[in-house]
Nanobody, 124 residues
Framework: QVQLAESGGGSVQSGGSLQLSCAAS????????RAWFRQTPGKEREEVAS???????NYANSVKGRFTISRDAAKNTLYLQMNSLEPEDTALYYC??????????????????WGQGTQVNVSS
């Protein structure tokens, strides 16, 4: 069983930066797709960025050029560097993982493993 644990959330002013981390434990060697999602009250969970074992990366249009997803295989950790943060980025951020290729996962509900979430607040 894979366990995911996020850290790095917090409160920043508009234009600031934060780096989120997601440490994996368990039989994560078989985990293929890793992704970051975010959710605000009353809205559906939104994919922010994803990365697979071949290094294929995908970003939501709203974060392109501001956020960078990366993974450290040796540490089994996923990162999300968030720069030029805007109040619209305020959300609960989750990391997710699955054994499938990212391109085969069509919805957040198809991801098998989830972290508990970390809150990001951006003030104007």
């Amino acid at each position: 069983q894979v366990q995911l644990a996020e850290s790095g959330g917090g409160s920043v002013q508009s234009g600031g930066s934060l780096q989120l981390s997601c440490a994996a434990s368990g039989y994560s060697y078989s985990t293929y797709c890793r992704a970051w999602f975010r959710q605000t009250p009353g809205k559906e969970r939104e994919e922010v960025a994803s990365i697979d074992g071949d290094g294929n990366i995908n970003y939501a249009n709203s974060v392109k050029g501001r956020f960078t997803i990366s993974r450290d295989a040796a540490k089994n950790t996923l990162y999300l560097q968030m720069n030029s943060l805007e109040p619209e980025d305020t959300a609960l951020y989750y990391c997710a993982a699955d054994h499938k290729y990212c391109s085969d996962l069509r919805s957040w509900s198809e991801y098998r493993y989830w972290g508990q979430g970390t809150q990001v607040n951006v003030s104007s």
